[in-house]
Nanobody, 130 residues
Framework: VQLVESGGGVVQAGGSLRLSCAVS????????IGWFRQVPGKEQEGISC????????YYADSMKGRFTISSDNAKNTVYLQINSLNPEDTAVYYC????????????????????????WGQGTQVTVSS
């Protein structure tokens, strides 16, 4: 299984970006994808997740409003649209895959003990300039 993120870059505050997570290696759509972000020296933040088979989504409370997750089953790709970017959104954004939607939600919420997600991408850097 391979996850490849793309779409990051440098953007001015107030702008938008659409990140992509291209997924390969699964034999069906019975899995879920989550988006997370990481700033060096800070804890990882969970953003949102989606189940590929039925489109069920979940958003962290702090991420509702400016973030929109979606999927294209034909392209095996999950997207994260981020609007009204601000410098605090500067981070490396990662997508992760797991067969358990619940496990990804628990990772986003921070339920302890945390269960490791099965597959991760390499991340894409988002830098927001003020």
């Amino acid at each position: 299984v391979q996850l490849v993120e793309s779409g990051g870059g440098v953007v001015q505050a107030g702008g938008s970006l659409r990140l992509s997570c291209a997924v390969s290696g699964f034999t069906s759509h019975a899995y879920a994808i989550g988006w997370f972000r990481q700033v060096p020296g800070k804890e990882q933040e969970g953003i949102s997740c989606i189940h590929f088979s039925d489109g069920t989504t979940y958003y962290a409370d702090s991420m509702k409003g400016r973030f929109t997750i979606s999927s294209d089953n034909a392209k095996n790709t999950v997207y994260l649209q981020i609007n009204s970017l601000n410098p605090e959104d500067t981070a490396v954004y990662y997508c992760a895959a797991d067969f358990s939607f619940r496990k990804i939600v628990h990772n986003i919420v921070g339920v302890q003990p945390q269960q490791a997600l099965q597959y991760w991408g390499q991340g894409t850097q988002v830098t927001v300039s003020s």
